[in-house]
């Protein structure tokens, strides 16, 4: 996992110094009815252009993590979510930034996936073909894994 270092949620960080502030990111596990979970790239011009990861992005000022994530994902792949049920809060020290993660779980929304940014998209299952997967995105996999009782390793 080099370049990222994932730490407890509440731990000071790795670089930068009790000042270096965390970024929040809202991030959407978008789960089909057969389980499969959407998976999308990192588009051009990215940091970790063409890494996988789970759709989303950096909270606006004055927005909850559920208003930037249904922003984000209009924005980014056309759809307009129901309900974000939180999941898991992850804290990741990369080089480029400290990034506080909010994962929630999607199962239902409306509109036709489009890719409004060039990326590609993927409906996933474990273990996960897609490769390289984003550092911050690989604890997701386990948890999926440990929901699902799938053994051995998320990535195939
Ligand atoms: N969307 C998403 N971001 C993730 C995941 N895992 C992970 O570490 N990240 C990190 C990568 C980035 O440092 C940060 C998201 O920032 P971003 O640059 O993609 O956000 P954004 O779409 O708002 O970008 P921009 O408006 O600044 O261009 O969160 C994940 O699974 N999904």
């Known amino acids: 996992m080099s370049g990222a270092t994932l730490v407890a949620d509440g731990d000071r960080p790795r ?8 970024i929040d990111v809202a ?3 978008l789960l089909a009815t057969n389980g499969d979970f959407l998976l999308t790239s990192r588009p051009e011009g990215k940091v970790y ?7 989303g992005g950096k909270l606006e000022a004055g927005e909850t ?6 922003r984000e994902l209009h924005e980014e792949i ?12 992850e804290l990741v020290d990369y080089p480029h930034a400290l990034v506080r993660l909010s994962f929630c779980k999607v199962r ?5 996936l489009e890719m409004r940014e060039g990326q590609r998209f993927a409906w996933a299952t474990l273990p996960v073909a897609q ?12 948890w999926l894994a440990a929901e699902r009782g799938f053994p051995g ?4």
């Open 131 to 142: 490769s390289p997967v984003l550092p911050g995105a690989l604890p997701v996999l386990d």
């Open 27 to 29: 991030v959407g596990v």
């Open 65 to 70: 993590v559920e208003q930037a994530l249904r």
């Open 78 to 89: 056309g759809i307009v979510i129901a309900a974000a049920e939180p999941w898991r809060v």
């Open 49 to 55: 252009a063409g890494y996988w990861e789970f759709p």
């Open 108 to 112: 239902a929304w409306t509109g036709q």
């Open 153 to 156: 390793a998320t990535c195939a």
């Open 15 to 22: 670089e930068g110094g009790p000042d270096r502030k965390a």
